[in-house]
């Protein structure tokens, strides 16, 4: 395995009910580290193209006014193979189908307001860690 780096966000729903600290102790007690980290708000523009592939789908317009609703908290996880790691530590999308003690299980709302967001693949975490830091922000 090897040690790769990841993109997370952890969204409005969870900013909001003050879930930042617990969200990222489940991290690491993961064997995530956190190696960049900024609280930021995402403009309409950023939301739309950061979630640019869902253009199309029927949930598009209400993802965006849900991910630029409050602050996001944006990171790079890194780790033996994290971009995996992460996405079974958050959990399945839909909080319902989510395994017990994942994150979306433990915090999710709601299939759109699911707490956290995270890279699917290796060239999709590439390119949304450079979406939001640029190498000089990153710190193993
Ligand atoms: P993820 O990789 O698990 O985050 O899931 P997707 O890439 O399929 O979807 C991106 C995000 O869009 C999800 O995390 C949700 O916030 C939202 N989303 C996905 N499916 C739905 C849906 O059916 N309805 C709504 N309202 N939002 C959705």
């Known amino acids: 395995m090897a040690v790769e780096r990841t993109l997370s966000i952890i969204k409005p729903d969870a900013t909001r009910r003050n879930l930042t600290g617990k969200i990222v102790a489940k991290f690491e ?32 317009k209400s ?12 990171q790079v996880l890194e780790g033996e193979n994290a971009i995996a790691k992460n996405r079974e530590v958050m959990g399945a999308t839909n909080p319902a189908n989510a395994a017990p003690g994942t994150i979306r299980k433990d915090f999710a709302e709601s299939i759109e307001a699911n707490s956290v967001h995270g890279s699917d693949a290796a060239e999709t975490a590439a390119n949304e860690i450079h979406f939001f830091f640029s190498d000089l922000d990153i710190h193993s």
């Open 29 to 60: 007690d993961a064997g995530l580290r956190i190696v960049a980290s900024r609280r930021i708000r995402l403009s309409k523009g950023q939301a739309e193209a950061f979630y640019g592939v869902h253009r199309e789908r029927p949930f598009f």
């Open 63 to 74: 993802l965006v006014e849900f991910m630029t609703s409050g602050p996001v908290v944006v």
